[in-house]
C-alpha cells in the first residue's frame, strides 16, 4: 500500500508533519499514521499559550483501536488549535494534511524546521 | 515460538488485513475499518475468522460426569444438539476461562474429514478416535479461548486420571477452522449455501450440515449480540466456506468493538487468573453457576454467594471526551477509588465512550455518577448495567 506524502513539509519519523509560511508552523500527522490508527475517534490538543518543544509530547489522538501519543517536531508556542477536530475527529482519517491539521505553533527556533526529514528521507522510512 | 496461524491467513493477507497477536495466533484484526466492520454486523452481515478458538472433544461412558465436574453449569442439562455457556473455575472459584460446551448430536462423531498431518506430524493420531458412541453415551465439545486449549487439555486429563474417569479427550483445536456468520442478514445468507438446513437450528442449538458442500457443525450462536451462525469447517476447506459468503469480511476489532456493545466478557482481559481473578458472581455471570452440582470451585463459589461481592462487572457511559481504557481507575467525586476498568472503547453504534470493568457493589450500582480518571483527569461517567445496545 502507498501512502501520501507531499513534498511541500517537513516530517518526523514519529509520523508527524510540519509546514511553515515562514512565520509560523503547523503541525498534523501523516497519511500513514492515520492509516495505522484506523478509525480516530478523540484527540486532545493543547491550549493557545502553551509552550511546546521539540520530540516532546504535545497531545494525544485516540482511534477505536489504540492511544498514540503526538510529538512534536519543533519548540515554540501554541498560536492555533484546530477545534474541529474535537468534534470530529474523523477529519484525521479524511484530510490528515489538510483539515485534519492538529496545532499551529511560533517557532522559538528557526533552525529547527530544515533539521527534519523531508518528504524522500520520510517516505523511505515508511516503505 | 512461532504463532499459530489459522488456514486462511494467505487469504486474508491478500485482502490487505492488518494482523494482530492474540492469545498465540496471529489473526487478522482489521479489513477494512473497524466502523465499516462493526456497522455491517450490525445492519446486514460480517463473516469473522475465529480459528483461534480451541475445540476439545471430550467422549467415552464417563464424559458427562468430567465435564460436570470441570464446569459450573448443569451439563446434564443438555440435549443433543444443545449449547451451554459455562465457567471453568480453579478451587477457589475464580475463572480460568469461560467456553461455550456443546453436547454433541447422538451417533456422529465429530472428525474433520481433512487431510492435513496431525499438527505434531504424528500420522499415528488418527482423526476417527472420537466414537460414534453407539453405546449411548453422550458427547461433548467445549471451545476454550485462544491460547488455552492445551491448558484445557491438560487440565482435561490430569483430572479425568484422578478421578479415575473412563473419558477420551481430544484437543482438536488445528483440525477445525472456526468462522462466524453474524448479524441480521446471518440467516438468509446461511440458508442459501446450505439448501435452508440451518434455518432448523435454533437459538443455542447445533448440528451438522453442508455449508456449500462442505460439512460444518454449525452452531446458532455468537459474540455481537446479533444472530447467527459459528461453523466449525475441515481445516483445509475453510476458503470454501468463507469465500460462500458474499458479506464484509471483519477482524478481531471489530469482533471486541461487538462484544463490548453487548457487555460480553473478554478471557484474559476482563478475568484472568493471574491479573484479574474474579469469580463468576463477581464478572456478572453467576447464572452460568449450578451450585447443585459437584465441580471444582463449588465449594468456594457457595460461600462467595451467601457472603456477597465487594464488586461487581458494571458498564460505564462517559458523559466527557475521552475513551475508557483497560486499567482506568474510577473514583467517586472526592476520588476515592470506587473501582477500576477492564474494557472499553468509543462505541461505533452509539457514537459514545462505552467501558466495562469491577465497581464497589455498595458505593457504585448501576445509576451512580462515576469518575473515570484518564491520563490523571477525572472525566464524569454513569455507572450502566450492560449491553449498551437495545438487543
Given amino acids: ?127 | 515460538m512461532g504463532l499459530r496461524k489459522p488456514p486462511l491467513h494467505a487469504i486474508h493477507a491478500d485482502l490487505d488485513a492488518s494482523f494482530t497477536e492474540f492469545g498465540g495466533w496471529e489473526m487478522p484484526v482489521e479489513f477494512d475499518s473497524i466502523r465499516t466492520e462493526h456497522a455491517a454486523v450490525r445492519e446486514s452481515a460480517g463473516i469473522f475468522d475465529v480459528s483461534h478458538m480451541g475445540e476439545l472433544v471430550v467422549s467415552g461412558p464417563d464424559a458427562t460426569e468430567l465435564m460436570g465436574r470441570l464446569t459450573t453449569n448443569d451439563v446434564t442439562e443438555l440435549d443433543a444438539g444443545d449449547t451451554q455457556y459455562a465457567c471453568i473455575t480453579d478451587d477457589e472459584g475464580v475463572i480460568l476461562d469461560d467456553t461455550m460446551v456443546f453436547r454433541l448430536p447422538d451417533g456422529v462423531a465429530l472428525r474433520s474429514t481433512s487431510s492435513r498431518p496431525a499438527a505434531d506430524g504424528d500420522s499415528s493420531i488418527s482423526r476417527t478416535d472420537t466414537p460414534t458412541d453407539s453405546e449411548g453415551h453422550p458427547h461433548y465439545l467445549f471451545i476454550p479461548n485462544a491460547g488455552h486449549d492445551a491448558e484445557m487439555y491438560t487440565r482435561w486429563i490430569e483430572y479425568r486420571d484422578e478421578w479415575d474417569l473412563d473419558a477420551t479427550v481430544r484437543n482438536a483445536t488445528e483440525e477445525w477452522a472456526m468462522l462466524a456468520l453474524q448479524g441480521p442478514d446471518a440467516t438468509d445468507l446461511a440458508a442459501a449455501v446450505t439448501d435452508g438446513a440451518t434455518n432448523d437450528i435454533d437459538r443455542f442449538q447445533a448440528a451438522f450440515c453442508d455449508v456449500a458442500g462442505v460439512r460444518c457443525f454449525t452452531s446458532r450462536t455468537g459474540y455481537t449480540g446479533e444472530d447467527g451462525f459459528e461453523f466449525l469447517v475441515p481445516w483445509d476447506d475453510a476458503e470454501t466456506v468463507w469465500s460462500a459468503f458474499d458479506c464484509q469480511p471483519c477482524g478481531l476489532g471489530a469482533r471486541d468493538t461487538l462484544r463490548l456493545e453487548m457487555g460480553f466478557l473478554l478471557s484474559g482481559q476482563d478475568f484472568d487468573p493471574a491479573d484479574e481473578p474474579r469469580t463468576p458472581y463477581e464478572a456478572g455471570v453467576g447464572w452460568t453457576v449450578d451450585l447443585d452440582t459437584e465441580f471444582v470451585g463449588r465449594d468456594a463459589l457457595e460461600a462467595v454467594e451467601r457472603e456477597g461481592i465487594d464488586e461487581r462487572f458494571r458498564g460505564v457511559v462517559l458523559q466527557q471526551r475521552g475513551v475508557p481504557r483497560h486499567g482506568y481507575e474510577v473514583v467517586d467525586a472526592d476520588g476515592e477509588r470506587l473501582g477500576h476498568l477492564t474494557s472499553g472503547t468509543m462505541s461505533p453504534t452509539l457514537g459514545e465512550p462505552i467501558g466495562l470493568g469491577y465497581l464497589s457493589t455498595e458505593q457504585a450500582p448501576p445509576g451512580t455518577r462515576v469518575r473515570v480518571v484518564v491520563r490523571g483527569e477525572p472525566k464524569q461517567a454513569n455507572v450502566v448495567t450492560p449491553p449498551f445496545i437495545d438487543k
Fill in chain 1, 1 to 127: 500500500m502507498s501512502f501520501d506524502v507531499p513534498t511541500d513539509r517537513r516530517y518526523l519519523e514519529s509520523h508527524e508533519w510540519t509546514t511553515t509560511d515562514g512565520d509560523s508552523v503547523r503541525i498534523g500527522i501523516t497519511d500513514f499514521a492515520q492509516d495505522e490508527l484506523g478509525d480516530v475517534v478523540f484527540v486532545e490538543l493543547p491550549a493557545d499559550g502553551d509552550e511546546v518543544t521539540k520530540e516532546g509530547e504535545f497531545g494525544v489522538v485516540e482511534s477505536i483501536k489504540a492511544v498514540s501519543d503526538l510529538v512534536s517536531p519543533i519548540s515554540g508556542t501554541v498560536v492555533g488549535v484546530n477545534e474541529d477536530l474535537f468534534d470530529a475527529p474523523e477529519l484525521l482519517n479524511e484530510d490528515p494534511y489538510g483539515d485534519g491539521w492538529m496545532i499551529e505553533v511560533e517557532p522559538s527556533d528557526d533552525g529547527e524546521f530544515e533539521d527534519l526529514l523531508t518528504a524522500d528521507e520520510y517516505r523511505e522510512q515508511t516503505e
